[in-house]
């Protein structure tokens, strides 16, 4: 379970004295236990998918508040979040290659027999469940959006 591993990593953080770590996996920690006491949340704690959901989510929030660090010129903060950024990565697992993203994604379309542009949504639900914590979901997009408009796939 995750929040086990996240225990092991905390007390070597501790160790090691490493401030900027320490506070990422604390935080993480608390979003588990957040949500394994949320009202409705099963008594067996999160499921695999439940944990690497909240990860991406933690991850997402830390991309996005380093772009907005660096629209406005506060390096200093931007720095931390990509610091944080990458602790949390540690957790999730290998993000794809480009090459491979286009791959699976071509793959996808031609299963669920996509012709252009209209069709994103079709492909962008059955993309985002299996490629979860694989690839970030405006990558995805991104990427789903360019080979719809290129309809010799």
């Known amino acids: 379970m995750l929040k086990d591993t996240l225990d092991t990593a905390i ?86 290659s480009e090459a491979d993203l286009v791959e699976k994604l071509v793959h996808i379309i031609q299963r669920v027999g996509a012709t252009g542009p209209s069709d994103l949504g079709k492909v962008m639900g059955v993309a985002a469940r299996e490629l979860s914590g694989q690839a970030d979901g405006k990558r995805i997009s991104d990427v789903i959006g360019h080979l719809l408009n290129n309809t010799n796939l």
């Open 11 to 96: 007390k070597q953080a501790m160790l090691a004295k490493d401030k900027i770590r320490l506070t990422t996996l604390r935080s993480l920690k608390s979003q588990i236990m957040l949500a394994e006491t949320a009202e409705g949340a099963s008594a067996a704690g999160l499921t695999p998918e439940a944990e690497l959901k909240l990860l991406n989510k933690a991850a997402k929030q830390r991309r996005d508040a380093a772009t907005i660090y660096k629209e406005q010129f506060r390096s200093d903060l931007e720095e931390n979040e990509l610091a944080e950024l990458v602790i949390i990565e540690e957790f999730l697992p290998a993000q794809l």
